[in-house]
Nanobody, 118 residues
Framework: QEQLMESGGGLVQPGGSLRLSCTTS????????MGWQRQAPGNQREVIASITSGGSPYYADSVKGRFTISRDNTKNMVYLQMNSLKPEDTGVYYCKVLVGTPAAVNYWGQGTQVTVSS
């Protein structure tokens, strides 16, 4: 069964940077479309970035030009480099399987908290 573990969150000042990492298990990782979802306070979860098995990225307008998603299929890892952070980027960030087996898609990790504040 696929399991995901996020890390790298923290408190950062506006304009700062963070790099989130997602460790995955399972043998089918390289076939999955992976993504990062964000749940900001009072808002629904939204997909802010995704990357296909072939490495094609997608970004929500709110993060385009500031965030970069990447993956390393040899290490079963997904990353989210976040630059020029804004207070509205505050939230819990979840690494997700967006396209994969039902069990993998339905799995939720603990998430990692990102707080952007001066």
């Amino acid at each position: 069964q696929e399991q995901l573990m996020e890390s790298g969150g923290g408190l950062v000042q506006p304009g700062g940077s963070l790099r989130l990492s997602c460790t995955t298990s399972g043998s089918d990782f390289r076939f999955y479309t992976m993504g990062w979802q964000r749940q900001a306070p009072g808002n629904q979860r939204e997909v802010i970035a995704s990357i296909t098995s072939g490495g094609s990225p997608y970004y929500a307008d709110s993060v385009k030009g500031r965030f970069t998603i990447s993956r390393d299929n040899t290490k079963n890892m997904v990353y989210l480099q976040m630059n020029s952070l804004k207070p509205e980027d505050t939230g819990v960030y979840y690494c997700k399987v967006l396209v994969g087996t039902p069990a993998a898609v339905n799995y939720w990790g603990q998430g990692t908290q990102v707080t952007v504040s001066s």
